[in-house]
């Protein structure tokens, strides 16, 4: 493609989304054909994101945070049956027919603050598969690592979760840890993660098959980028 | 230890990053949400305010910003970008939608930059302190490579910018040549781009 044809000159004003319509189209059509012209879009999007950090910041009126999260309280979000309560409250919920009660309680606070002083929740191993409600499990560690803690937070109706874990050594660089999600003896990632200097880590599970329809998951050292199949021994599990 | 001391400890901490923050969003857990609220509540209130110009229409948009992302969480995608990215991009937005829809026409005479001597922006993602200091350092950079630039380039990269104001829309408030404005603006950018060397 001739020079006089790229688009450069319009690319600053296109990055900040100020060009009228028939520019736009120009620029638009020309980019799906000019692979230098998309390099240099790429640069000015990037100046354009940065340009938040150079304003004069002011504070927003006191009142406003609690409006926000009361509203939020009363919106009832498609991911979740129950969102008027908070996911404390929602644990709390969960939790409170079971014994422990506190040592589940003291596992999310391992698992969140780095704790490793509350030991109860181990007792507690096995959650009910109430879809109207935010599930978690428990994950325990091995003679591998002893001590890692984890948990899974699996959404309220069973399609996704979080993957929250504490305690486990940072790898060397061309080592990850992954996910496994059990079904039947089969064993498919649920993805891979780092974790860092405080050996905290997470990971947002989205699996192909409701993440509730697994019967068990586990953690191994892999390869960085993961492998089609575990390679490592377990060094956290959990049944679901 | 009690639940609510707890949570007061896990606040304090600021043990979760953005990331793991906008998951448990996307689970509803509003705890999450005020966390975020406390992180990015001025970066957005500040933009809206530098855009409308209107304290009430900020707060709204504020408002409507935290309830998106609230409703929205698991439309975000990491490889998207930053969080802070994401929210900057989604009240950008709101507020040019907003200006466009009450057709009102702030002609950007705040004072919307950072002055060097002002405080540097505020930690983001606290969990990872080598890119608070890297984010320190860009937010030096960029403030200091607006304020470098001549003042009718920032004037018309400002309407641009927050406003969201076209070429043609910016030379009737300034009263300028449509190439002038044009120019003007290619040339901050460049300036910009070359600064934060992109």
């Not at chain 1, 989304?17 to 028939?22: F, K, V």
């Not at chain 2, 639940?3 to 304090?12: E, F, K, S």
Request: charged share 25%; proline share 5%; aromatic share 6%.
């Amino acid at each position: 493609m001739a020079v006089e044809e790229h688009v450069s000159e319009l690319l600053p004003a296109y990055a900040l989304d100020i060009l009228d319509e028939s520019e736009a189209r120009t620029v638009s059509s020309h980019l799906a054909g000019c692979s230098g012209c998309r390099a240099e879009l790429r640069a000015y999007r990037q100046v354009v994101e940065e340009m938040p950090l150079a304003i004069a910041q002011v504070d927003p009126p006191a009142e406003l945070r609690g409006k926000i999260l009361q509203q939020a309280a009363s919106l009832k979000k498609p991911a979740a049956a129950q969102p008027s309560k908070n996911w404390w409250q929602e644990l709390k919920t969960r939790l409170l027919p079971a014994a422990p009660v506190w040592g589940m309680v003291s596992l999310v606070l391992i698992v969140l603050l780095g704790a490793s002083n509350l030991f109860l929740w181990q007792r507690l191993n096995q959650v009910e598969t109430d879809h109207n409600r935010l599930a978690t499990v428990p994950l325990m560690d091995t003679d591998l690592i002893p001590g890692a803690t984890g948990m899974l937070v699996i959404s309220a109706d069973g399609e996704h979760g979080t993957l929250v874990v504490d305690g486990l050594p940072v790898l060397d660089p061309s080592q990850q840890y992954q996910l496994w999600l059990i079904k039947d003896g089969q064993r498919t990632s649920g993805g891979v993660f780092s974790v860092d200097e405080e050996g905290y880590g997470s990971l947002w599970i989205s699996s192909v098959e409701p993440l509730a329809s697994y019967q068990g998951v586990g953690i191994t050292i892999e390869p960085s980028g993961g492998s089609p199949a575990p390679t490592g021994e377990r060094v956290l599990g959990g049944e679901l | 230890m009690s639940l609510d001391t707890a949570l007061g400890q896990l606040v304090d901490d600021r043990k979760l990053n953005d990331e793991t923050l906008l998951r448990l969003i996307a689970q509803a857990q509003q705890s999450a949400l005020g966390e975020l609220y406390d992180r990015y509540s001025r970066l957005v209130y500040s933009m809206a305010l530098n855009s409308v110009d209107d304290p009430a229409l900020a707060e709204e948009i504020t408002q409507d910003v935290f309830l998106r992302i609230w409703n929205k969480a698991t439309t975000y995608q990491v490889e998207q970008g930053k969080v802070m990215t994401w929210i900057a991009s989604i009240t950008r937005y709101r507020s040019i939608d907003m200006l466009r829809r009450l057709k009102v026409r702030p002609e950007g005479n705040r004072a919307v930059w950072a002055e060097e001597d002002d405080e540097l922006f505020e930690s983001i993602d606290p969990i990872d302190i080598e890119e608070e200091v890297q984010l320190n350092q860009r937010s030096d950079t960029i403030r200091k490579a607006i304020a470098e630039l001549p003042k009718d380039q920032r004037q018309a990269l400002t309407l641009a910018f927050f406003n969201g104001y076209t070429h043609a829309e910016i030379a009737q408030i300034l009263n300028e040549p449509l190439g002038t404005v044009k120019t003007r603006i290619r040339l901050a950018m460049q300036k910009l781009r070359h600064t934060l060397r992109y």
